[in-house]
């Protein structure tokens, strides 16, 4: 039997879902993180590098990056895969923090802030020692424009080197100009970066008109437009 006030309920809270459906308002959300990997990128510009930077420091002729792990009092190399100029998810070991004193020097840190360094004497690059701070500068007659020297200022003519024959990093002050001693820079490019929201515009049902008797059901449909909308869920 119908029940003509129910069926006038039921039609008109139809209506208003109907008049909701059609207007256009954001649905507020949360930027998702993205779970892509990190990329260290090369850089030939020394200007890119700012307080916080993340690099890791490579060695261009023996592909070997310079590790915070140490095997007896020297830095430890890694091979790295660089493809396009770029390093996918090098791992956290590879990974150093630029800084700068209060004279612009280059400071190189781990993710503790400690600062690599060498001491009063000897070319293993210890952490938190005295002459922590270091230049770097282009190699002038390199092809590529890729490649720098890094020289540590507190004992000038000590530069970075890989020492290929001893399978390690160390620094060193005779015939600094060979290819041990050119680095590159691959500068991280962080991609686990809050994104921004793609917002609703509108909401539309999948019936513009239903007629109901009392005890029945339907479920209504609702399409969330754009489709790319973060979240589509309705409150």
């Known amino acids: 039997m ?11 809270l139809l209506v208003l879902v109907m008049l909701f459906s059609s207007m256009i308002y954001p649905i507020k ?19 890119l590098l700012k307080e916080g930077s993340k690099i890791v420091i490579v060695n261009k002729a023996h592909k070997k990056a310079l590790s915070q792990t140490y095997n007896g009092y020297y ?35 781990t993710a503790e802030g400690k600062k690599l360094a060498l001491g009063a004497s ?18 002038s007659d390199a092809s590529d424009n890729d490649v720098f020297f890094i020289e540590n200022i507190g004992r000038p003519g000590q530069v970075m080197e890989w020492f290929s024959s001893s399978n390690r990093w160390s620094c060193y002050n005779n015939n600094t100009t060979g290819e041990l001693f050119q680095q590159q820079i691959y500068l991280l490019k962080n991609d686990s970066q809050p994104s921004d929201p793609v917002l609703a515009s509108s909401v539309t049902l999948d019936s513009d008109a239903l007629e109901l008797y009392e005890g029945d059901t339907h479920q209504l449909k609702a399409s969330v437009s754009p489709a790319d909308t973060t979240n589509k869920a309705l409150s």
């Not at 690059?125 to 282009?138: A, S």
């Open 122 to 139: 000897y070319s293993s690059m210890t952490l938190d020692e005295v002459n922590d701070k270091w230049k770097i500068t282009p190699v």
């Open 2 to 12: 119908k029940k003509n006030l129910g069926k006038k309920l039921l039609s008109v």
């Open 75 to 109: 830095n430890s190399g890694v091979d790295v895969a660089v493809s396009n100029n770029k390093i996918a998810d090098p791992s956290q070991d590879l990974i150093w923090t630029i800084g700068f004193d209060s004279e612009g020097n280059y400071q190189i840190k």
């Open 29 to 47: 959300t949360k930027a998702e993180t993205k779970t892509d990997n990190q990329t260290a990128e090369l850089i030939t510009d020394l200007s």
